[in-house]
């Protein structure tokens, strides 16, 4: 079956050397009719091979339904799947667009270390490595502004969430093992919400403006 919501690359390629924050840009195409998603807010996740959110950055769509953003912080080397939301719209519909982290040459680092001090570049690299301790990444994404987690340790049926973002934010539930599940949402009020499943599960919730 061929997915309804499209990413159009862009870019050259997938593949960003490390700490590089060139700006990347993809195109919203939804299959099924013509939708023009310019002036909305598009929410850019990059998630790892566990299915946990790594880099989260919202963004206006701009014309032809282009969406620009950049990497602005180090992410370990590796393949991370794109997800961009617009609305209740998650482009793709499928799994298949990523974008590859390769390591930068000696070269790049040794002049990295001459325009920004060698201190930098080990903070940089400790900062990368912090990266692969899940309660850092959840800790990194709650401190985010545009951004909350809120973990449910029982498992559930029916998920009663509260936040400070004071809007009614776009909903990601992630289970425990890492998958994205769908549920029935409820907005209660700007800082509560509903989330109705099938089953009883354990999990979290990503919330985005």
């Not at 206006?60 to 794109?82: C, M, R, W």
């Not at 969430?161 to 425990?176: E, G, K, N, Q």
């Not at 029935?184 to 919330?207: A, P, R």
């Amino acid at each position: 079956m061929r997915p309804i919501l499209k990413l159009e690359n862009l870019n050259a390629g997938e593949q960003l050397k490390y700490s590089d924050q060139s700006e990347l840009c993809f195109r919203l195409i939804n299959e099924k009719k013509p939708v023009s998603y310019v002036g909305e807010s598009a929410t850019v996740l990059l998630k790892n091979s566990r299915g946990e959110i790594e880099f989260s950055q919202t963004v206006k769509v701009a014309e032809d339904n282009e969406v620009t953003f950049s990497i602005d912080q180090p992410l370990n080397v590796g393949h991370y799947a794109l997800e961009v939301i617009v609305g209740r719209q998650y482009f793709p519909s499928d799994e298949l667009t990523k974008i590859r982290i390769v390591q930068s040459s000696a070269r790049e680092i040794e002049r990295e270390a001459k325009l920004y001090g060698v201190e930098a570049i080990k903070q940089d690299v400790l900062k990368s490595t912090l990266k692969n301790i899940g309660d850092e990444v959840t800790k990194h994404i709650t401190n985010m502004n545009e951004a909350r987690v809120v973990q449910q340790q029982v498992p559930l049926a029916e998920w009663e969430v509260v936040h400070d973002l004071d809007t009614y934010p776009v909903v990601t539930v992630i289970d425990s093992s890492g998958e994205e599940v769908i549920g029935d949402v409820t907005y209660i009020s700007k800082q509560k919400l509903k989330i109705n499943f099938t089953s009883e599960f354990s999990g979290k919730v990503v919330l985005t403006n």
